[in-house]
């Protein structure tokens, strides 16, 4: 698997070279998108100095953390994304006979994917870092990896649950984009601003707020005041990420037990 998985990197940034315009194009996109965040942070923070606690230094940092899991998920498991489309066209059957394990298989499938927006959060999630004033000791360096691949394997285990929901329903593209709002929208901001069911919600439903909030909380040596929970519970992240995602994997295999094709 490994060594299938290296040629997927191989075919991946040889199509990105080949296409340099549309990559340049990419990166220019993920530039923007990014900016126009932090510039609405920096607008919303600049009228409201303070939201329940959180300057936009905090919120600054806070964004970092989402951006580098979620860059990183884009990074490794972008095509998990895809698997209604490929059901809806009938290309899913073709994973179906390969000797691999066919989640797997989806995510090795070449396209024209490139670390350019993880380069870019990496670098984000350094200035932020120094930005807002957290202590960058031996602890900080050993546990933000693991709460990125939380972060990263949490929102792999949506797109998960999202893709196998496609086996019986086919078309899912107001689903995806429903969950895509409410992650890119409800992680920009600490989760106590909300009303306790969404924090809830947010919390052990889809766990979003331990890819950013409750990790940044304990980093930033903030009081959580959202659920009264301790601080430390950010360092659950990976934890979290991969109990999320092993209930996500089960449902697949019980979606795939079922699959019975489109027709085509």
Known sequence: MLAVYGQHWRINV???????????????????????????????????????????RDMAFLYGL????HALHDTLFFGVGNVPEYVRDGEFD?????????LFAVIVIPG????????LALVYLGITTWYAGVRVDAAFVFCVPFVILGGTLIELA?????ATIAFWFVRVDAL?????????????YPIGIYTRGVRLFLTFVFPFAFMNYFPA???LHKPESALGLPPAVGLLSPVIGLTFLGVAYAFWRFGLDRYKGVGH
């Open 94 to 102: 073709r994973l179906l006979i390969r000797p691999l394990d066919t």
């Open 66 to 69: 989402w951006m580098t899991a």
């Open 176 to 188: 995806r984009w429903i969950v895509l709002q409410l992650e890119q929208e409800f992680t920009r």
């Open 112 to 119: 024209q994917i490139f670390p350019d927006e993880l380069i």
């Open 14 to 56: 040889l199509t990105a070279l080949e296409y340099r315009e549309n990559f340049l194009l990419w990166a220019a996109f993920a530039v923007v998108y990014h900016g126009s965040a932090i510039a609405t942070l920096w607008v919303v923070l600049h009228t409201f100095p303070s939201m329940n606690g959180w300057d936009f």
């Open 217 to 219: 909380t304990y980093f």
């Open 158 to 162: 949506i797109n998960v649950i999202v």
